[in-house]
Every structure is written in C-alpha cells, then in structure tokens.
C-alpha cells in the first residue's frame, strides 16, 4: 500500500504561480509512474503531467507544456507540479497518482487539492 498526500492548491489570481506537492507514504517502486491529473467541474478528469520515478523523464499534456513542470525528490519521496502563468482554465481539482502505466490505471490516488485561478 502506499499513501499519496497533496498539499500547496489555493488562490491565485491569472498569471500567477503555484506549486503543488505529493507526498508519498512509501518509496516508489522503480516502475512507478507518478503522475498528476485535474478535473474541473463538469468535466473529465484529465491528464497533466507525469514523471518515471527511476529515470526523471516527464512528461506533459499539451495544454500545460512551457507553463509547467513535474519533478521529484528522492530522498523524500516527494514529487511536485510548478504551475506557472496560470490560467482561468486551470481551475481544478489537481490530484496525485501513482502506478506502471503512463496515463491511466494508477494504482494510488490522493485526496486532491483544489487550485482555483481567478481573473
């Protein structure tokens, strides 16, 4: 089992920053891919971002690509989403995923953290 926790959503008006963290309860397996998805209300979740725990390789849905960046801290089973020049239609609910397969079938979610861009 492992546990996934996110913390960092809020405010923010356009433009601005915000950086999300995921702890994890465990070290991921060398498999893993953590990833980040959002659902805004009304809509499907989507996929945002996503890291291989073992290699550091990223990547992005196109939506997001040059304004965001998904990196990871070892040590201490961390793994982050730098949301930069943010925009009205980022508002979501940003969750923390975990498994083998890029960009579906994870299997740890996270509670979620609401990120709300305002004009």
């Known amino acids: 089992q492992m546990q996934l926790v996110e913390s960092g959503g809020g405010l923010v008006q356009a433009g601005g920053s915000l950086r999300l963290s995921c702890a994890a309860s465990?070290?991921?397996?060398?498999?893993?891919?953590m990833a980040w998805l959002r659902q805004a209300p009304g809509k499907e979740r989507e996929f945002v971002a996503a890291i291989r725990w073992s290699s550091g390789r990223t990547y992005y849905a196109d939506s997001v690509k040059g304004r965001f960046t998904i990196s990871r801290d070892n040590a201490n089973n961390t793994v982050y989403l730098q949301m930069n020049s943010l925009k009205l239609e980022d508002t979501a609910v940003y969750y923390c995923?975990?498994?083998?397969?890029?960009?579906?079938?994870?299997?740890?979610w996270g509670q979620g953290t609401q990120v709300t861009v305002s004009s």
């Open positions: 995923a975990a498994g083998t397969n890029l960009y579906s079938d994870y299997f740890y």
């Open positions: 465990r070290r991921p397996y060398s498999s893993y891919v």
